[in-house]
Structures are given as C-alpha cells and as structure tokens.
C-alpha cells in the first residue's frame, strides 16, 4: 500500500529499511483471525464512509506510531494537509480536504490528569480528573482509538481530591504503595464512565507488550526476529498481565451489565507490539484492517 519512500510521516526511527534492516519479511507480516479472514484495509472505502466524520488517537507514542500507519495508506488515495500542531508536536492535525476528513493525535499518555517533570521523575497523576487535552475535545470527534498503561510504570504519586492517596516505587517518602494496577484500573474506570455518558464511539487499544529478547529496552535487549513468534511461543510478563488483567476486568463489567450487547458504544481492540515501536510499513498496518472491520463491517 506503502513504502518506505513514499511517506513522508515516518519517522527516521521506524523507518527500518532505511536503517539497514536487512530481511524484509516483516513487511508481509500480519495478524490472522482464528475463526476467520480478516480482509485488507480499503483506503477508498474507507475516506467514503468517513466523509465528514473526525477521528481522533489518544494515548502515548504507539498510539502516534499508529496514526502515522494509516497516514501512510490514506495519503495513497489523496495528499493530506497538516492544519494543526502544538510547539512540540504532540498533538496534531490531519485533513483530506475531498472527503472533509479529519485525523487527530492526542497526547494523553495516562488519559487522566497529570504533571510530568522534564526527568520524568515524581509524576503527578490526579486519578479524579480526565486529562482536558482530550476530554475537553471529546464532542467534537465521531470515532476514537484509546489506549494507556504504559507510562504507569513510571514512578509516581496519585492523588484523589488533591490529596494524596499513595505512590508507584516512592522510597524514601514515607507513602503507601497504591500498585499501579489498582491506579490504572481507577483511570480506565474514569474513562469509560465518562465516555459511557457521551456520544461517539470509541475503541480502547489494550496494552501492546514488549517483545524485547536477551534483555530490556535499557539492558540490551533486541528484536531481531526473521519470523514471527508461533502461537504459545511467547509469553506476557507480570507487568504485561497485570495491565491485561485490568483492562479485561474493565470489559468483562460492561458486558456483565448488558452494556456491549445493547450500544457497543466502546469496542476492544486487542494487539500485540513487536520489541516497543514498529517498523513502517510493517505488521502495524494490520491495526487498520482490524479498525476497518471493527467499524464498518461490524
């Protein structure tokens, strides 16, 4: 659909060609269904279904690698222009001027509020409160891809009612160990009830674990895979489960009380992550077929 060359909204780190990768297998790599065929995305088809219609992607840096995949697809069938970024490039605006088509990226990497130092040490997050870069835009969106989790692992210190409750890896303070999955799970809880009480339909991107081998991100740890990893080859780690955990605990509650079943206003979109980040083009792509049939088959 794509390549290397022809987009312009890759990045000079996923850009893995570039970069000297040297198999190109991955290109063709995919997610396949178990009980059916899941078809390729429709660029066409989908601007025509869109037209008029404003999408937006909130979470953190693979909710941006995302929108930078179907920016790559889309921009195939017509160029697109940038009507808004902040200083940092952050957030961003996309619009397909023909179709009247918005994209949106949003920066809101724990979707509630939060104060995040420039050492990214001692994170302020208030677990009471949405993140306004998101929530105050909300209304304006008719479709959203959500995501979070990552960035909980960092150290910080939650607060409720501008008090504070406890803290994630805080020695020396004095604080209760709050366990970032009970202050995930009270974020996700936040959102969902606020959007439960809204209009639009949302997909939440659970969390895409690290398939870094012979190591982590910060001890030498690669993802030089040639193939793909066989089903029951790979594993999740606790933190990786804790987040799932919390995340289908979340949906499981909503299709308990007969939610999913009556509106499906808020779909789960479930992924798995290569290494961090992905290549592009590469298996991320398939986030879009999974999108389309989400939203239009569905």
Not at 31 to 52: G, H, I, Q, T, Y
Not at 63 to 87: F, G, M, P, T, W
Not at 120 to 140: E, G, P, V
Request: hydrophobic share 35%; glycine share 6%; aromatic share 14%.
């Amino acid at each position: 659909m794509y390549n290397n060359e022809s987009c312009s909204f890759i990045t000079e780190d996923q850009n893995c060609i570039k970069n000297g990768r040297p198999d190109l297998g991955f290109l063709y790599w995919r997610w396949k269904p178990r009980d059916c065929e899941l078809p390729r995305f429709n660029a066409v088809r989908f601007l025509e279904s869109m037209r008029n219609k404003h999408w937006a992607f909130v979470g953190d840096s693979i909710s941006r690698n995302h929108v930078q995949s179907l920016l790559c697809i889309l921009s195939k069938v017509e160029a697109v222009n940038e009507v808004y970024h902040d200083k940092g490039f952050r957030n961003r605006r996309w619009h397909f001027p023909s179709y009247n088509f918005s994209l949106t990226v949003i920066w809101s990497p724990f979707l509630v509020e939060a104060y995040v130092p420039e050492d990214m040490q001692d994170i302020r997050l208030d677990l009471d409160k949405l993140d306004n870069t998101w929530a105050d835009q909300y209304t304006s969106f008719d479709y959203m891809v959500m995501s979070g989790g990552k960035w909980f692992l960092r150290t910080a210190t939650y607060y409720e009612n501008n008090t504070i409750v406890g803290c994630h890896y805080c020695p020396g303070k004095n604080l209760t160990e709050y366990g970032l999955d009970n202050a995930y799970r009270k974020a996700l809880k936040l959102v969902i009830d606020f959007v439960l009480n809204s209009s639009g339909k949302v997909l939440y991107r659970t969390t895409t674990p690290d398939h870094f081998e012979y190591g982590s991100w910060n001890t030498g740890g690669t993802c030089n895979r040639t193939a793909p990893y066989k089903e029951g080859e790979a594993s999740l780690n606790d933190m990786e489960v804790i987040f799932r955990n919390v995340e289908l605990e979340a949906f499981k509650h909503l299709e308990t009380i007969g939610y999913l079943g009556k509106r499906q206003t808020l779909k789960l979109l479930n992924t798995r992550n290569d290494c961090l980040h992905w290549c592009l083009p590469g298996p991320i792509d398939s986030w879009n077929d999974l999108v389309m049939e989400m939203v239009l088959n569905d």
